[in-house]
């Protein structure tokens, strides 16, 4: 039997959150003194006190959800359940920061650092309105590959979020994702959505940000990770510390391979999936991707402690 600890992405943002782990675990209560301190600013207060329009701001968010999950996984560790429990780590778009954070290859500052640089870079790198995402459900991967291509033209619409089988985002210019949402329609999808997000993430509209990002993992040391992370744009396991930097910076453009990711783990003896912070998206996309797996969410004290039942 296999394990593996997954982390959430942005989306799973609440007011409050992390705010019972902090009070009933003085090491949960670090993880967010220090992101406050690498980010010269108390985001603690706004994740516990403040407005969820705040929360929600890209900048905000991204750290906020992974010092969420990073103080998930201390509360686990205090109770005799650390990173040595997982067989793979993984992360959802943002949720690979927290998977490298968590393997210990970058360092809870850095990586608090590096997604508020991230968060600002992909709100600024497209004006407001000009782009969008939508979800596409009830088709299979390949077919809205096909429909972003045909709705593109002279635009760009990309399949940006593979999540399961039946859920498909998609990302790019508004005008060319409101192509694909009517061809999707047409081709029997069981449901298009515009998704309420400020920027088209995942996309090659994405490029400023990348480029950002390339100059902020410079000045960033990444260890080898203590035990290997399933990335994103591969949707495979990867080990070696210099391959992290280029995948980190291609995934701002591409596709978050999800159901992929799950399927790799499971071929490789993944039975057990534990998604760590904030929220439960995850634990319903695995459970439609490998049916029959042991799913759990653990972003509770109640849920930590449930883990010696």
């Known amino acids: 039997m296999g394990r593996a600890f997954v982390f959430p992405g942005q989306g799973a943002q609440t007011i409050g959150m992390g705010r019972a782990l902090a009070e009933a675990y003085p090491a949960a209560k670090a993880v967010f003194d220090e992101v ?49 429990h997982a067989d793979f780590v993984a ?16 360092t809870l500052s850095d990586t608090a650092r590096l997604l508020r640089i991230r968060g600002v870079a992909m709100q ?3 004006p407001v309105g000009v782009g969008a995402m939508a ?43 409101d192509r694909a949402m009517v061809l999707a329609k047409e081709r029997g999808a069981k449901r298009a959505l515009l998704l309420p997000v400020s920027a088209p993430f995942h996309c090659a509209l994405m490029a400023p940000a990348a480029h950002v990002m390339a100059e902020a993992f410079a000045a960033v040391v990444i260890s080898k ?57 995850l634990s319903g996309m695995i459970k439609r991707i490998v049916p029959g797996a042991e799913v759990r969410a653990i972003g509770l004290p109640g849920d930590v402690l449930a883990l010696k039942g």
């Not at 992360?91 to 970058?106: Q, V």
């Not at 009830?138 to 033209?153: K, N, P």
Request: proline content about 4%; aromatic content about 6%; overall charge negative.
């Open 135 to 177: 979800a596409l459900l009830g088709l299979d991967f390949e077919t809205v590959v096909a429909i972003a291509a045909e709705a593109a033209g002279d635009e760009v619409c990309q399949a940006a979020n593979d999540n399961d089988p039946g859920q498909v985002v998609i990302s790019g210019h508004k005008d060319a994702v």
């Open 91 to 106: 992360g959802h778009s943002l949720g690979e920061y927290s998977a490298l954070c968590a393997a210990g290859a970058l």
């Open 36 to 84: 406050d301190d690498a980010l010269g600013e108390p985001l603690s207060t706004l994740i516990w006190e403040g407005d969820i329009a705040d929360l929600t701001l890209t900048q905000n968010a991204q750290p906020a959800l992974m010092a969420t999950s990073i103080a998930a996984l201390r509360a686990m560790e205090a109770e005799g359940f650390g990173i040595d």
């Open 124 to 126: 600024e790198a497209v």
């Open 225 to 281: 990770p203590v035990c290997p992370v399933v990335v994103n744009v591969r949707a495979e396991a990867v080990e070696e510390p210099d391959r992290f930097r280029d995948l980190l910076i291609a995934q701002v453009t591409g596709a978050v391979r999800w159901r992929e990711s799950m399927q790799w783990m499971e071929r490789a003896g993944v039975t057990e999936y534990w998604e760590i912070g904030a929220g439960k998206a």
